[in-house]
């Protein structure tokens, strides 16, 4: 699977249910013409699986409007 994203993105209450440790960091970014989106968090080696594929990524906490996780 290749969704052509370079980040990985997830909901900060999402991250709580799962019980993620959620770590402060210190960058921002914008997406497309949006405001700054003042990321400050986020959670590390989350093992994620589709099917017979798994691997650990890195998810940036982020306010997320109409997805949980991207």
Known sequence: ???SATHNFM???VAR???LQIVPIHISFKVGNYEDMGVVKLV???LVQIECWS???DFTIIQLND???I
């Open 67 to 69: 997805y949980e996780i």
């Open 11 to 13: 909901r900060e209450d």
């Open 44 to 46: 590390s080696d989350v």
């Open 17 to 19: 249910r799962f019980g």
């Open 1 to 3: 699977m290749d969704s």
């Open 55 to 57: 691997q650990k990524l």
